[in-house]
Nanobody, 114 residues
Framework: VQLQASGGGLVQTGGSLRLSCAAR????????MHWYRQTPGKERELVAT???????NYIDDVKGRFTISRDNVYRRLYLQMDSLKPEDTAVYYC?????????WGQGTLVTVSS
């Protein structure tokens, strides 16, 4: 399984970014997919999940601002991030669990300037 995240960058407070994650080596359409983020000195935290049937969950901090979605044809996971805040600054990872193993993308850095 390979996951490759992209789309991070530097944005001002209130701006938007769209993260993308390309998945290979798994039956993507039946995999639950996740976005995590991590800042230095803190544990990695789950930001959003989308299941194979489209059920979605977000942490409270991003509800109403972030939107997770998936394209099963192109095997891609997305995270649309709007109204970004400085506290959203982190490395963002896409992830999945496949055959009882956890797989992570390489991470993409999102920096929100105040």
């Amino acid at each position: 399984v390979q996951l490759q995240a992209s789309g991070g960058g530097l944005v001002q407070t209130g701006g938007s970014l769209r993260l993308s994650c390309a998945a290979r080596g798994l039956n993507f359409k039946i995999a639950s997919m996740h976005w995590y983020r991590q800042t230095p000195g803190k544990e990695r935290e789950l930001v959003a999940t989308i299941t194979q049937n489209g059920s979605i969950n977000y942490i409270d901090d991003v509800k109403g601002r972030f939107t997770i979605s998936r394209d099963n044809v192109y095997r891609r996971l997305y995270l649309q991030m709007d109204s970004l805040k400085p506290e959203d600054t982190a490395v963002y990872y896409c992830a999945t669990r496949w055959y009882d193993r956890d797989f992570w993308g390489q991470g993409t850095l999102v920096t929100v300037s105040s």
